[in-house]
Structure formats: C-alpha cells, structure tokens
C-alpha cells in the first residue's frame, strides 16, 4: 500500500496510508492533513497543494509540465528546487513518498 | 453518533414531551447543507477547536463530494466519484460531526437564542443550539414547451451528472442552452466525448456579466475555431418529442428555435444560472434579498443563524468597495472563505472576510482563471500571446488595477491576485507588454 509521509512546517509527522492512483493531495485532503488546502480540487488552477519533496524521493515522480511549473510561481510560500503541487502526483503501488508541507497555502 | 454528553444537554428536546428513545440529541452545531460550504464551517470550527458536537446535513444521498469535476472529468470520466468525496468517514467520526444524508429540511422551529428545532420531510427532528444555512443554490428551469421531457437535463448535482451520464452513450447530437460557465464547460465535456454539439446563448455574448467583452469574445473565438456550433442571441421556443411509441415518458427529440429552426437532441442541458435556496430563511422570517441577508461576520439578520456560500448576499469583501455595496458570489473560492469567517463568528471571533475573490472555469484545452471583481473598470488591458496561447485582460478603475481574466496565462493570474491581496498595482501601460512578467513590474499602491 502506497504510505506518504507529511511533515508540517514545525516538524509533526503524519504517516497516511493512501490508494493506488489517487493523488498526494487527494490522500491528504481526505484525512484532512491540515498543511493542503487543494481549493480547486486537483484541477491546477490554485496552487494551494504545494508540497516539498525530499530530494531522495523526487526521481520516483513524473515529470512536471509547464502548467504545474508555472502554477508554482504563485504558491504562498516561495517555491523551491523541490516544489511540486501534490494534486499532479499519483500514488503508485509501493511508493513511500515524504513531503514537507509550507507554513501556509494562502 | 451521539455522545452522552450530548444527550444530557438536550433538556429542550425532552421537555416538549417526547419520549427518551425517541427524542433525538440535540446538536451543538446543525449546518444544513452538506456541500462546499457546509464542510468548510465543520472542518475549519474544529480547526479553531470548536469542540461542540455539529451535524453535518444533506438532502442528498451521496457523501458531500466537491461539484466542479461534475461538468468536466466527471461526466468525461476520467475521475472516479470516490475521488470527489470531501473526507473520509473516518475523518467525521474522529472529528464529532455526525453526517447525515438524504434528509431534505421543510421547517424550522427557532428560539430568540438561537436555539431550536429542524423538521425533516421525512419527519425527523433535528434539535440545535446553534444553525448554519449552507444551503446553496438550485438550477433556474427554462419553463418552455416540452420542459418536463424525457433528456431534458439540468447539471447542478451528482445525482443530475449521473443522469446524464446515463444517456450520453445513446445520444448524437446534444444542445446546451445557456453559454456560461457550466453550459461551456458541460458542451466543450460533451463535444469532446464525439457528440455533435450546439450551444444557444440568449444574450449577444458569452458568459454574461462573469467577465468583459474581450474575454466573451475570445472565449467565442476559441470554441468556434475548436468546432463547437455556438449561436449567439437565440432562444429556444419549444423542446420537440419524438414519436416513438410505448414509451413510458415522452423523450426529447429537437429544440425549435423562436425562427423556426428545429436543431435534433437527443440530449438538452440546460445552464442558464442558479436561484439561491432561501425558503428556510424566509420561513425562519431572516431578511432576504438575492440570497440570506448576512452581515460581514456571516450573521443574518437575526444575529444567532449564520449563512454563507452561494445562498448569501453579503458585504462586498473587496477592500476598497464602496460603503454598503452588497453582493453574493457563486464560487468554490467564496464557499470557503466565507465558511472561514462564520467560524470564527461561532468561535466567538470577529475576523473579516480575507482573500481576493477568485475563479475558474476549465473548458477544452483552456484554463480561465479570474482574479478579482471586474465590476466598476474603466478601463482594460489587453495581454495577448498567439503563439503560445495565452491570453489575458486586467480590469482598472481610476488607474488602479481590480480585476483579471487570465486564459493559460497563471502567472499574470498569480501576479494580479497577489497584487490584490496586498495593496498593490500593476501599472497600466507596462502591462501592455505581453512579454513583460506582471510580477515584474507591480508596484506598492
């Protein structure tokens, strides 16, 4: 089973266990992980799902297309070399994904 | 689930006589309404550590599921209906909020405190100490002949994109009556499913007073040149049925036009807005007025009930609105950050609406995403990128920017929103410059 690992912006882990094919910020959304807001609801008009991934993790990810890239020029807090929105990536049978989450989204 | 605690704090219930084991416990919290809204104000008062037990209730059979998929990857199916549920059951059920579905509220029994009784169609009761109207909005009908047709459709709900869904697979040839968001999004969903789809708009343009004229124009442009047949300034005069016999109900075969022109659809969808629910508010005896009269802290006008979402009409939370102007928003944006206030008005907290208003609309290949209220511009500002698609208008009054469209363009919507939420202005003429970055060139008021 797919695990994501979020950490808040004061350190507080929270290990959620999600389904294959449902996306980081739908897993997050539904156990109410509070560091995702996602107010558009996965459609990439919001940019209020941004994730930092650790750098160990970021191969495991698809690519990122330009319109994710440039949503992330409008996150709340000022996106980084491993910025990814979480509604663009989809859980995979055996990932174990860790994320940090910013200390806002809006 | 009720708690004890909950029960021992229902003195009112079991004083009108009722017998223990039918006397339901009486909530901290009954929001009425199961939707964006309605899960907001549950979500963020447990946020705030609101610790009173709440009632989350629904007229529909589904767990509150988010509505814009419903007119794109929903109806295209390229998502799943689980992955539109909002929360987990288990996220209630840890967080004390009871969910209760397919309870449809005809009456409501209301204290000077604020406390009271909701009557249920079924004939439940729904004890409260304290109410919230999430209730929405529902589909304008187009009262015309034929209206009560087999595959005449409205799109508001899980249950009206499921029915739709049904027939789709059946169907050649659809006709969308309404060009604005939802008869947009619904057609460009349809015609990419290899339907034959004609779009009817009463008004000379598109997506009515929701954005400018160079927007309407673009957006008219795009889906002619992606063979979308839209009509401009026509109406529909009747739906027509066809003549197969045995049927149980009479299925829709044509739309005739007010010139006579007969277009075949198996399917008509019909998107031509939305009348806020407000018949609880009236019966309660709350001020209305286009939506539930509410103040800037979410209180209507009996100063207990709070209201928020597309049933409200409140104070214009644009900074620099002018005094008294009123207003009510049909957005996802809006039913969360008004659920945000009327927490913190049942927490006990005065906090005004913050954000600037924002939307979005995904039709085909374009992304519109508007920042700001456009109403009150005198002036627009074109930004315009052919060869990569993108495409922009910012909205000015008196020099200073208010509003913008942004089409496949989020950085000039990131830039202008950010911009509005602190003050700031982009100036005009070096936003022209469809190469510069608006991010660039903002300026502190």
Redesign the interface.
Known sequence: MPTVHFTDAEGAVRDVQGNTG??VM?TA????V?GIVA?????????TCHVFVREDCLAQLPPMED?ED??L??TAVDREDNSRLSCQLRLTDELELFVTTPETQ? | MSTNAVEQAAPAAQAEGATPSSTPARTGLLIIGASQSGVQLAVSLRALGFDEHITLLGDEDHRPYQRPALSKEFLQGTVESESLIFRSNEYWAEHNVDLVKGEFIVRIDKNTDGSGTAHSSSGKQFPFKRLALTVGARARKLEIEGGDLDGVLYLRNADDALALKARVGDASDVVVIGGGFIGLEAASSLQKMGKNVTVLEFGPRLVGRAVGEETAQYFLQAHRSRGLDIRLSVSARRFIANDAPGERRPAVAGVELEDGTVLPAQIVLIGIGVIPNTQLAEQLGLTVDNGIVVDRFALASDGTTVAIGDCANMPNPVPGSAPGERIRLESVNNAIEHAKVAAYSLTGRREEYAGIPWFWSNQADLKLQIAGLCNGYDRTVLRRDEERGKFSVLYYRHGQVIAADCVNAPLDFMAVKNALAKGQNIPAEAAADAATPLKTITTDS
């Open positions: 449902d996306s739908e959304v539904r156990n109410g509070p107010e558009c609801g996965g459609s990439l008009s919001c940019a319109m440039e949503m020029y409008g809006v």
